[in-house]
C-alpha cells in the first residue's frame, strides 16, 4: 500500500498521506481508533475513504461544515469519539471595515499557524467561522486580536445550528462530453484553446491535484479549481439538449 501512495501522490502530499497511513496502521494493528493530526485535501480524505475503508473497518471523514472540502480523517472510530477539533468564531468589531475569507485566512496563517492546521473558513456577515485542530485552538483565541489593523474578537462555538451555510452559485452548463478543456472552456467563458492552454500550464485543478492532460474525463462531484477564476463542484448530468449535449449542474463557491 505504501508503493501505492508513494506512486498516486505528488511531492506536496505524499508525506502527509504517509503520515496517515501509519496512524492507520496503528489502528488496524491494535484494534483502536486513531485520528489525523491535520485537516486533509480531498485528494488525501478521499483516497483513504475509497481504499482502505471496508464492512470491518471505518473510515470517516469530518470537516464541520456541509460539503467540507478540508477534513480530518478517523480511523476505527466505533464508540464515535468526537475529532481533534475546535471551531472558532472570529469577528470582525467595527461598523465602518469589511473582512474578506483572505483577509481572515492570511491573519490566521500570519500566526505562524500551518495551512493544514485549519479547516475550510466561512465567512459570513463579517464573522469568519474556522475548524482548528485542537491543541491550537487557545493559542488562536489569545492572539488573534486583530485582522488588517481591525480589531476582532475571537471565541469558540459549541452549537453547530447556528453555524450559517456553504452558499453556492448554480448554473447549468451545456457540454458535448466531460472532457476538462471542454468544461472549462465552458465554466470560464473561454475558447477551448485558451481552456487547454491553461490546464497545460497547470492552473486547472481537480480535487487539488493538478491535471495537464486536455482529454482527463471528469466523474461528477468533483472540485474544480481553476487559478484566477475560483473552485467549483460538478454536479449531476440533467439529461441532454435537443442539440444533444449534456445539461450538467455547477456550483460555485460564493
Not at 475550510?120 to 489569545?142: A, G, R
Not at 472549462?184 to 495537464?212: D, F, H, P, W
Request: aromatic residues 12%; contains cysteine.
Amino acid at each position: 500500500m505504501k508503493e501505492k501512495i508513494n506512486r498516486y501522490f505528488t511531492d506536496q502530499d505524499r508525506a502527509d498521506a504517509l503520515n496517515l497511513y501509519e496512524r492507520y496502521l496503528i489502528s488496524k494493528d491494535k484494534d483502536m481508533p486513531m485520528f489525523g493530526k491535520n485537516f486533509y485535501t480531498p485528494n488525501i480524505w478521499s483516497w483513504f475513504e475509497k481504499n482502505l475503508c471496508s464492512n470491518d473497518f471505518k473510515v470517516e471523514t469530518n470537516g464541520i461544515f456541509e460539503d467540507a472540502e478540508r477534513r480530518m480523517v478517523s480511523f476505527n472510530n466505533a464508540y464515535k469519539n468526537p475529532f481533534p477539533m475546535k471551531l472558532i468564531k472570529i469577528k470582525n468589531t467595527s461598523k465602518f471595515l469589511n473582512l474578506t475569507h483572505r483577509d481572515f485566512l492570511g491573519g490566521i496563517l500570519s500566526l505562524g499557524i500551518e495551512r493544514n492546521k485549519i479547516g475550510d473558513l466561512l465567512v459570513d456577515k463579517n464573522t469568519c467561522y474556522v475548524p482548528v485542530y485542537e491543541e491550537i485552538e487557545n493559542f488562536i483565541i489569545y492572539n488573534i486580536d486583530k485582522i488588517s489593523k481591525v480589531i476582532c474578537k475571537a471565541e469558540v462555538i459549541d452549537n453547530f445550528e447556528l453555524i450559517p451555510k456553504v452558499n453556492f452559485k448554480e448554473e447549468i452548463i451545456l457540454v458535448s462530453s466531460l472532457r476538462i478543456d471542454g468544461v472549462v472552456s465552458r465554466i470560464i467563458n473561454v475558447s477551448r484553446s485558451n481552456a487547454t492552454e491553461m490546464i497545460e500550464q497547470g492552473k486547472v485543478l481537480i480535487n487539488y491535484v493538478k491535471i495537464k492532460d486536455k482529454s482527463y474525463e471528469l466523474k461528477g462531484e468533483e472540485r474544480i479549481t481553476i487559478r484566477g477564476f475560483g473552485k467549483f463542484i460538478l454536479g449531476d448530468s440533467i439529461g441532454n439538449s435537443k442539440s444533444g449535449r449534456i445539461k450538467m449542474i455547477i456550483k460555485k463557491y460564493t
